[in-house]
C-alpha cells in the first residue's frame, strides 16, 4: 500500500506564491508518474499536471509558465511551486502517484487526501 500525504496549502493574495509538496510512503512499490489534480467548488476534478520518474513534465494551458514540478525520487516527494497565483487557482489540490507492486507489477493510482489552496482577489 502507498500513502500520500501533501502539505503546503493556505491562504495567499493575489500574485503571491505557495509550493506544495507530496511524499509517498509504502514498501514494495516503485514510483512512476506522479502529479495534481485540483477541484473547485462545483467543478469536476481537472489535471494540473505531472512530472515522470525520469523528469518530463507537463502542465494544464492555464498554469503553464506558472506552475513548476519538480521530484525527489530518493524520497518519493513531488512539490508544485506556484508563482503569480489568481483567485481562480483557488481549489483543493490532490496529490497522484502511480506505482507498481514489485511483486507481480500491478499498477495502481493513489490519491492524497487534498490541501486547500485559497486566493484572494
Known amino acids: 500500500q502507498v500513502q500520500l500525504v501533501e502539505s503546503g496549502g493556505g491562504l495567499v493574495q493575489a500574485g503571491g506564491s505557495l509550493r506544495l509538496s507530496c511524499a509517498a510512503s509504502?514498501?514494495?512499490?516503485?514510483?512512476?508518474?506522479m502529479g495534481w489534480y485540483r477541484q473547485a467548488p462545483g467543478k469536476q476534478r481537472e489535471l494540473v499536471g505531472g512530472?515522470?520518474?525520469?523528469?518530463?513534465?507537463n502542465y494544464a494551458d492555464s498554469v503553464k509558465g506558472r506552475f513548476t514540478f519538480s521530484r525527489d525520487n530518493a524520497k518519493n516527494a513531488v512539490y508544485l511551486q506556484m508563482n503569480d497565483l489568481k483567485p481562480e487557482d483557488t481549489a483543493v489540490y490532490y496529490c497522484?502517484?502511480?506505482?507498481?507492486?514489485?511483486?507481480?507489477?500491478?499498477?495502481?493510482?493513489?490519491w492524497g487526501q487534498g490541501t486547500q489552496v485559497t486566493v484572494s482577489s
Open positions: 497522484n502517484a502511480v506505482a507498481v507492486r514489485l511483486s507481480d507489477a500491478v499498477e495502481r493510482t493513489y
Open positions: 512530472i515522470t520518474r525520469g523528469g518530463s513534465t
Open positions: 509504502g514498501s514494495g512499490f516503485v514510483i512512476y508518474g
